[in-house]
């Protein structure tokens, strides 16, 4: 039986102009009698939300109070790339300037362009999640999004055609908004556990969208990392530095072509 609930943590947030922004957070509660296990879940669940909604009222509070109308235009010639992802993209037991958006902004440096990396990465966030979030991050203009979401509703199981439908409604409103955005579908894969009928849909789902939206794809954005422990954390499901190299990379092979098309047409 326990009767104390700790948590300690980091709340990250995003401004508009893409500098991070993070808080630390304590919560503890102790309980005069023993709970049960139910309650513990329920609190932790309790805490879930509770981080949530900090990283969103921290990014809504960035974004007003750094909006780039405030802090200058962007460079001239320089695109701005938003990553929405989940953990993967939150560099989830890394550090944040080891995450594979932030070894992208690094590489696109490398090559002597100026465009801007956004990580719009949320730890555990769905489809649903990112749909949710989307009418706000197309408050700022960008040029490119990296769609990095699905494997949170693989791992949950959910059905394949909601994770499609939420994905495709992520597209649409980005070219409604902006119709000439670029977007760049990265592609996951589920483990062997959920079934090679709901693994084989899964697979299907990136590319079938890529296709249908003249998107670029990148086939399985862990390639090379996913069912290697040593590239990955003690979950064997986030990747570990040397992992969000190899990741980076996997991005890159299809970005930088984009980002040579692109410069290439505003020269």
């Known amino acids: 039986m326990i009767n104390e609930f ?56 960035l974004f007003f109070t750094l909006a780039p109308e405030t802090l200058g235009a962007d460079p001239a010639g320089a695109d701005k790339i938003i990553v929405l992802g989940d953990s993967l993209a939150a560099g989830l037991g890394v550090d944040l300037s080891e995450a594979f958006p932030a070894l992208i902004q690094s590489k696109i440096e490398a090559a002597g362009y100026n465009d801007r990396v956004v990580n719009a990465g949320e730890s ?28 949170n509703d693989g791992l949950r199981g959910l059905t394949v055609t909601s994770t499609q439908t939420n994905l495709q409604a992520i597209i649409d409103r980005v070219k409604q908004k902006y119709p000439k955005a670029l977007i760049v579908i990265a592609g996951m894969q589920m ?31 862990l390639e090379g990392v996913g069912g290697k422990p040593e590239l990955n954390q003690p979950d064997q499901i986030h990747p570990n530095v040397e992992g969000h190299k190899i990741v980076a990379d996997n991005v890159w092979k299809v970005l930088y072509p984009l980002l040579q098309r692109m410069h290439s047409h505003n020269a």
Request: neutral net charge; hydrophobic residues 50%.
């Open 124 to 151: 555990g966030d769905t489809s649903a999640d990112g749909l949710g979030r989307i009418d706000w991050l197309l408050k700022q203009r960008f040029d490119v999004l990296i769609l990095e979401l699905g494997g």
């Open 6 to 61: 700790k948590a300690n943590d980091q709340i990250q947030g995003w401004s508009a102009i893409g500098a991070p922004a993070i808080i630390d957070i304590r919560i503890e509660m102790v309980f005069v009698k023993p709970v049960s296990g139910i309650v513990m879940k329920f609190m932790t669940r309790f805490y879930a939300r509770i981080r949530h909604w900090f990283a969103l009222a921290l990014s809504a509070m």
């Open 191 to 221: 483990p062997p556990n959920l079934g090679e009928e709901y693994n084989g849909a899964f697979r299907k789902l990136y590319p079938e969208l890529a296709a249908a939206n003249h998107a670029a794809l990148i086939p399985f954005l």
